[in-house]
C-alpha cells in the first residue's frame, strides 16, 4: 500500500515511525513532515491545505490512502474534495467529512450534538453580536469561575476562563465586537466551570463501530505547577491512574456510544479518530470539548502503545470492516516530554542547531517542529521534540524521558520538569 501522511508535528512523527512498521506499507510519503519523519518515509514539500497539490501527487504517485494529521484540512473538507473527484473518490481518506469535523470546526455544532444525544457536558449557551445583550445577561446569571469558547478554529488559543464577571464581559465584548480570534469568534460559546480533572480519550471508527486506543492526559501550561500560559502541550502519560475499569465503563456507555450511534442516526460520514477532551468530575465523566483527529502530544504516549498494525486498523476503517480487526495493546506505561524554544508560547527564534539526538537510546525521539540542513537538525517551531519512553509503571517511564533530555541541546531549550507528578 502506498500512503500519503498530512502534517508536520510531533503527532505525525508519531504516526509515521508507526506506519512505517506495518507488514502492509510498499511506501510512505509525508507532507511537508519534518526532519525525523524522513526516517520513516519521503517528506514531501506540499502544504496540508494544499487540496490541488495534494490531489496532483495522488494521482501521480498512485497513492492508495491518504491519512490526515491535523484539524485544518478535515474542517476544510478534504474527505469531501476526494469523494467529489472522480479521479480520487477511490482513494481512501482516514478522517472525516467537513460536516463530521465540525465536531471540532464548531464549539457550537458540538454543544447542540451532545444536547441531542444526551451526552452529558456543561451547561452553556451560544451569542453572536447581535445578541450580545442575551450573552451580557447569561453571564450575569452564572457563578464564575466564567468560561468564553471562540466557536471556530483558533489554534488552540480560542478558550478563555476568567474569574471576575467584569472582565468576562469585557472579554465577550472584544470576541464578539472587537473580533479578539478574527472569525472564529464571530459566535462564542459560553459555559459553566466544570471543576475536576481532565484526560483524552481516543477512538478509531468506520462509522458502524469503533475500536477504543489507550487514553492518555496532557499538560497544557507552560510553567511547573500548571501555571502560565497555554501552550500545544508540554507533555502527556498514559495510561491515566484515575481512569480506572468503572470511570472507563461509564465513559464508554455515556459518552463513546452515544456519540458513534448519533454520528451513524445522523447520517455524518465519519471514518477516522474522535477526540473526547474529557473531565472527571467527583467521578464521572464530562465532554468539555471533541477534536476530528488525535491530539498532541497525546499521540505521542498513544501510538507508542499500540502493538497491532496501524495500516490494517486504517484498512478496516476505509472499507467497514473495522469490528473484524483485532486491536492490541503493549502493557507498558509511556511518557512524553515536550522540548520547546526558550520564550514559547510567545516570541522565540528558529534555527538552533540540535545536539545530542545520536545518543539517545532509551526513548524515542518524535520531532515536532524541526528541519534539516544537511545531517544537521535545526529548531523550527516552539515545541521541538517529543521524547517519549516506556516503564514498567510511569515513574519509570518518565524518569528515562528526563535522562535522556538531559542529553540533548541546544539554544534556549525549555522543558517542565513536573510532567505526570499530579497523578503519581
Request: aromatic letters at 8%.
Amino acid at each position: 500500500m502506498k500512503v500519503l501522511l498530512l502534517g508536520s508535528g510531533g503527532r505525525e512523527h508519531a504516526l509515521a515511525w508507526k506506519i512505517a512498521q506495518s507488514s502492509i506499507l510498499d511506501e510512505l510519503f509525508i507532507a511537508p513532515g519534518n526532519a525525523g519523519t524522513k526516517k520513516h518515509g519521503k517528506n514531501v514539500d506540499l502544504a496540508p491545505t494544499d487540496f490541488e497539490g495534494i490531489k496532483e501527487f495522488v494521482i501521480a504517485q498512485l497513492i492508495d490512502m491518504v491519512i490526515v494529521g491535523p484539524e485544518e484540512p478535515l474542517v476544510n473538507g478534504i474527505y469531501d474534495y476526494f469523494q467529489a473527484d472522480d479521479q480520487l473518490r477511490k482513494v481512501a481518506i482516514i478522517g472525516p467529512s467537513k460536516f463530521g469535523a465540525q465536531l471540532e470546526g464548531s464549539k457550537d455544532f458540538a454543544k447542540a450534538f451532545m444536547s441531542r444525544h444526551a451526552i452529558p457536558t456543561a451547561k452553556y449557551g451560544t451569542f453572536t453580536a447581535e445578541t450580545i445583550t442575551q450573552g451580557l445577561a447569561f453571564l450575569s446569571s452564572m457563578k464564575g469561575p466564567y468560561v468564553l469558547k471562540a466557536d471556530g478554529l483558533a489554534a488552540g488559543k480560542g478558550v478563555l476562563i476568567l474569574s471576575d464577571l467584569d472582565e468576562a464581559k469585557s472579554e465577550l465584548k472584544s470576541m464578539l465586537i472587537d473580533e479578539k480570534f478574527g472569525a472564529a469568534s464571530s459566535k462564542v460559546v459560553i459555559e459553566q466551570f466544570l471543576d475536576g480533572i481532565e484526560l483524552s480519550v481516543f477512538v478509531l471508527t468506520d462509522g458502524e463501530s469503533f475500536k477504543l486506543l489507550p487514553e492518555a492526559k496532557d499538560y497544557k501550561r507552560i510553567g511547573e505547577g500548571d501555571t502560565g500560559l497555554n501552550t500545544g502541550g508540554m507533555g502527556a502519560i498514559s495510561p491515566v491512574p484515575f481512569a480506572d475499569a468503572s470511570f472507563m465503563d461509564k465513559v464508554h456507555n455515556r459518552i463513546i456510544v452515544p456519540t458513534i450511534k448519533g454520528l451513524k442516526s445522523e447520517k455524518i460520514t465519519y471514518k477516522g479518530f474522535v477526540f473526547f477532551g474529557l473531565i472527571s468530575v467527583k467521578g464521572d465523566p464530562y465532554v468539555i470539548e471533541y477534536n476530528c483527529r488525535m491530539g498532541d502530544p497525546e499521540t505521542e504516549v498513544v501510538i507508542p502503545r499500540l502493538k497491532s498494525d496501524i495500516l490494517d486498523l486504517f484498512e478496516g476503517v476505509a472499507s467497514n470492516t473495522l469490528s473484524e480487526r483485532d486491536i492490541q495493546f503493549i502493557d507498558k506505561s509511556a511518557a512524553t516530554v515536550m522540548m520547546v524554544s526558550g520564550g514559547y508560547p510567545g516570541d522565540y527564534e528558529k534555527g538552533k542547531s540540535i545536539f545530542g539526538l545520536n545518543s539517545i537510546v532509551d526513548s524515542i525521539v518524535f520531532h515536532a517542529g524541526t528541519s534539516a540542513d544537511g545531517p544537521s537538525v535545526l529548531t523550527a517551531g516552539g515545541r521541538v521534540l517529543a521524547v517519549t519512553s516506556y516503564g514498567k509503571n510511569l515513574e519509570v517511564a518518565l524518569e528515562k524521558s528526563y535522562d535522556s533530555i538531559a542529553k540533548i541541546t541546544y539554544d534556549g531549550a525549555y522543558y517542565r520538569k513536573d510532567i505526570g507528578q499530579d497523578v503519581l
